[in-house]
Structure formats: structure tokens, C-alpha cells
């Protein structure tokens, strides 16, 4: 007998639970609007948007494989006109990881310097002007008659660099030749 009662019951219960449900709703979207824009008028919108992944799948074409997170090369300046994610995929290059050039063959690991390429992390340059521009001129001509060093550099050190990992690799390579200054 009590589940015919419920049963009669219902539809009416159900329905002033829906009602009941509806205006709590209202409510609440009431107050939840009313809160944003009491929000909104103390403290102005900032725009949060972080376009890390974005820079990633432009410079790395998606292949994640590249991205050596590890690798710290957020202490390095970055030279205008060029971003934070050009250094780091110019440490790669510049490693050989990416697009296999050996500039760390001839200039070392970290661009310290060896008998057959000289330091680039001095800040002095034996050519060019240490600008951005100058730097990647010189990485894309190489060195045919070094001045203090027995051996040539080949352009790109002598593989083919696709344009992104030139400017990736100057962008680094100026970093690294401007890092004293930048501290
Ligand atoms: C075969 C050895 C060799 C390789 C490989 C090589 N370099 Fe060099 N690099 C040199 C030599 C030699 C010089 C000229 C030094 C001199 O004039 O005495 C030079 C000069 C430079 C300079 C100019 C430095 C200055 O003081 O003005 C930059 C920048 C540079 N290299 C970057 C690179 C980058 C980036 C790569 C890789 C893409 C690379 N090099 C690959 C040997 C090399």
C-alpha cells in the first residue's frame, strides 16, 4: 500500500523538487554573476594566455622528442626579435641534436671554445659586431680564412640548416655571447 501512495505522490513531489531545484539555480547563477562582476570591477582582467605549447608545435613541428625540457637554458638572454623557445631549440641545434650540425665539435659544448673553433661565450667577437644580425650572417657564410684558428668553418658547419634552425642557432649563439653583459 505505501507504494501506491508514493506512486501517487510522486509526480506532484517530483515537481516541486524540480521547481525547488530551478530556483536555487537561478540563485545561484544570481550571485555567481553578480560576484564576477564585482570581481571584474576591482581587479582589471589579466590576460594569462601562455603560448608555450603554441611556440612548440611551430618550432618543433609537433615532434615533442625534440624538446629536451632538462636542458636550462631559461638563465640565458634572450636578444630581441627572437624568443625564449629560439634559444632553447638553438642550444639543440647547436648540440647536433637537431638538423646535424656539429657546432659543439669545433666550438665546444656550450660554445667554450676548442683548438679548432674559438669561445663564443666571451662577449668579444673576431667578426662581425656581436649582433644578431651579424651573428647569424656569419654562421650562414661560415669562415673561410679564420684569423686565429688553423681550420675553416663551413657554412651552417656544414650541413644544410633549414631557416628556423639558423635563426634557433644564432639566437642561442648570441645568448651565449651576451649572457655576462645580461647579469
Ligand atoms: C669545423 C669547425 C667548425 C664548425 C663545425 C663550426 N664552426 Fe663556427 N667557427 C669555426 C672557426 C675556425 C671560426 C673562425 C674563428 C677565427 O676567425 O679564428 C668560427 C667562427 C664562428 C663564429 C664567429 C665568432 C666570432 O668571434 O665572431 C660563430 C658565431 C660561429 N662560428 C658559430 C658556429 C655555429 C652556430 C656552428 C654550427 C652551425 C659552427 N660555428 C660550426 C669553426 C667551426
Known sequence: MT????????????????????????????????????????????????DLPWQLRDLFKNDLSKVDFAKDTSKLPVPEGATQAQVDLGAKVFAGEVGGATCAGCHGTGGIGTPVGPDLTTGKWLWGDGSLKSITDTITNGVPEPKQHPGAMPPMGGVELSKEDVSAVSAYVWALGHQASAK
Open 3 to 50: 507504494n501506491v501512495a508514493v506512486m501517487k505522490l510522486s509526480p506532484a513531489l517530483l515537481l516541486a523538487l524540480a521547481a525547488l531545484a530551478q530556483t536555487s539555480v537561478a540563485a545561484e547563477r544570481g550571485t555567481e554573476s553578480a560576484r564576477i562582476d564585482r570581481v571584474l570591477t576591482a581587479t582589471p582582467l589579466i590576460d594569462g594566455h601562455n
